[in-house]
């Protein structure tokens, strides 16, 4: 696989688009993996990695999209 912004060999694949990055290109930051309901604490917690590779062009949307049609 090829770096989407110069060509050379992709190192890592964005975790939220599949894009692939380049050492040089590739960005950090977190990545929300789980979300799960504390019984103790009776309130929600997630599981987040801090470090996950993004490739800094894609935008993953700040809040939930509503998808009624699964209800």
Same mark, same amino acid.
């Given at each position: %696989? =090829? ?9 890592? &694949? ?8 380049? #050492? ?7 990545? =929300? ?10 309130? #929600?917690?997630? =599981?987040?990695?801090?470090? #996950?590779? !993004?490739?800094? &062009?894609?935008?993953?949307?700040? !809040?939930?999209?509503? %998808?009624?049609? =699964?209800?």
């Amino acid at each position: %696989m =090829l770096c989407w912004f110069c060509a050379e060999e992709a190192r890592a &694949t964005c975790r939220f688009c599949g894009r692939g990055v380049c #050492a040089e290109h590739a960005r950090f930051g977190p990545y =929300l993996l789980e979300i799960s309901r504390s019984v103790l604490r009776d309130r #929600a917690e997630a =599981l987040v990695v801090e470090d #996950a590779v !993004q490739c800094g &062009t894609c935008h993953p949307r700040p !809040q939930p999209v509503a %998808m009624p049609e =699964l209800d």
